[in-house]
């Protein structure tokens, strides 16, 4: 991945002169997107590296959400993209600008082509890789290093999936109007690329903010009632309070207050609903065991 940014850093250079040269709205979008997609590099880099710090007494649960603050940041920048696209296809439409060295524009940008079809390649077989080494999570599926990893890695590749169509976009609209002599063919092609880029933005924006939020999804929400229900049927529970469950790295963590008739052993009582919950697979859970009779906030 690293290696690829200084690629796409290096070739966003040339794009830009020659976007300049030719008057071409679609490079230009294509140039800006590279450097999107840079700084969209760098912050799922960062983001990488930082969540792969341990645990510690002032970061207890570890910074691995910060990949999906990086998911999110991305899924805002496309965002930003697609506003930008929109502006610039107005613009050409009420102004038309007729493409100049149509010739070098189309080498230029199948070259861009090619610079993203590798970094679409690359981070397709290192997504590929990562899925391989997953575990099975709460709703069946294996997911690689949870859901804040493929925030991060999601957001990377739909900015280098931007560029691509981008590239895509300017190499047809170029030929069209080499063709056919209309230089409305450059705004309309970056809309279409907009247009196909909503619905992707969208569901990662979506995702990473329900990340963000501690959302459960719709398995983790029906798992959680029917351990409730098993709960109560613990031989000495009296019953529960403030439970509080959210996602983490494809499983669930939480903690609960269980309260246990007068009489019953709380030791024993703990380790009958820590075994609830281990056979449910949840394993970071933390318990507060107290007696139906005492005096706690929960309960107020």
């Known amino acids: 991945v690293f290696t690829f940014f200084l690629l796409n850093l290096s070739f966003m250079f040339i794009q830009l002169i020659y976007s300049f040269k030719s008057h ?10 590279m450097f999107l997609d840079c700084i969209s590099m760098l ?17 207890p649960f570890g910074i691995r959400r910060i990949e999906t603050l990086s998911g999110f940041a991305n899924g805002t920048l496309l965002f930003g993209i697609i506003a930008e696209i929109f502006f610039g296809v107005v613009s050409r439409l009420i102004s038309p600008v007729h493409l100049e060295q149509t010739n070098e524009l189309l080498i230029v940008s199948a070259l861009g082509l090619g610079v993203n079809v590798i970094g679409a390649y690359a981070l397709l077989n290192n997504s590929e890789h990562s899925h391989t080494h997953g575990a099975i999570t709460e709703d069946g599926h294996s997911h690689s290093c949870g ?3 493929n925030d991060n890695m999601r957001g990377i590749f739909l900015h280098v999936m931007a560029d691509l169509l981008g590239s895509v976009g300017v190499v047809c609209s170029t030929l069209l109007i080499k063709w056919f002599k209309w230089p409305g063919f450059d705004p309309l092609a970056s809309l279409f690329i907009a247009w196909l880029l909503i619905g992707h933005s969208k569901d990662l924006f979506k995702s990473a903010a329900k990340s963000l939020l501690l959302s459960l999804n719709d398995a983790q929400d029906s798992k959680l009632r029917d351990l409730f229900s098993t709960l109560i049927t613990i031989p000495g529970v009296a019953g529960f309070t403030t439970p509080r469950f959210w996602p ?14 007068k009489g019953e052993n709380s030791t024993i009582i703990k380790k009958r609903v820590e075994k609830v919950f281990n056979n449910a697979g949840m394993t970071k859970i933390w318990l507060q065991i107290e007696s139906e009779t005492d005096d706690c906030w929960c309960r107020k």
């Open 43 to 59: 912050i799922g880099l960062v983001a990488s590296v930082l969540a792969a710090y341990p645990e510690s007494s002032s970061s």
């Open 248 to 261: 983490e790295q494809g499983k669930m963590a939480g903690y609960i207050h269980i309260q246990y008739f």
């Open 24 to 33: 071409s709205l679609g490079l230009l979008s294509d140039s800006l997107h």
């Open 147 to 149: 859901e804040e990893a």
